[in-house]
Nanobody, 123 residues
Framework: QVQLVESGGGLVQAGGSLRLSCTAS????????MGWFRQPPGLEREFVAA????????YYADSVKGRFTISRDNAKNTVYLQMNDLKPEDTAVYYC????????????????WGQGTQVTVSS
């Protein structure tokens, strides 16, 4: 089993920045692709960003492209989501997820999920 723990969420004003972190247990972190998903209140969970196991390729939802950056540090078993120029529509619970594949990373069929961290952006 892989356990994921998110941190870094909070309340921020529009235009501000936050950096989310997700730390994974286990020694095989480098074998997993990592993704970030979010669920706005009253809506379905949606894809935000993903990075392949090696960190060589990244993918972003159109709604966050140019504002968010996903990265990983395999030595620390940690994936990050740097969020800049935050907007009220970014308000959601953000989930970290891992998948033992480098394909289909924009879809929600991941193997493991964290508990989520709340991000609230005020206008």
């Amino acid at each position: 089993q892989v356990q994921l723990v998110e941190s870094g969420g909070g309340l921020v004003q529009a235009g501000g920045s936050l950096r989310l972190s997700c730390t994974a247990s286990g020694r095989t972190f480098s074998n997993y692709s990592m993704g970030w998903f979010r669920q706005p209140p009253g809506l379905e969970r949606e894809f935000v960003a993903a990075v392949t196991s090696s960190g060589s390729f990244t993918y972003y939802a159109d709604s966050v492209k140019g504002r968010f950056t996903i990265s990983r540090d395999n030595a620390k078993n940690t994936v990050y989501l740097q969020m800049n120029d935050l907007k009220p529509e970014d308000t959601a619970v953000y989930y970290c997820a891992s998948k033992n594949s480098n394909f289909g990373l924009t879809s929600p069929w991941y193997d493991y999920w964290g508990q989520g961290t709340q991000v609230t952006v005020s206008s």
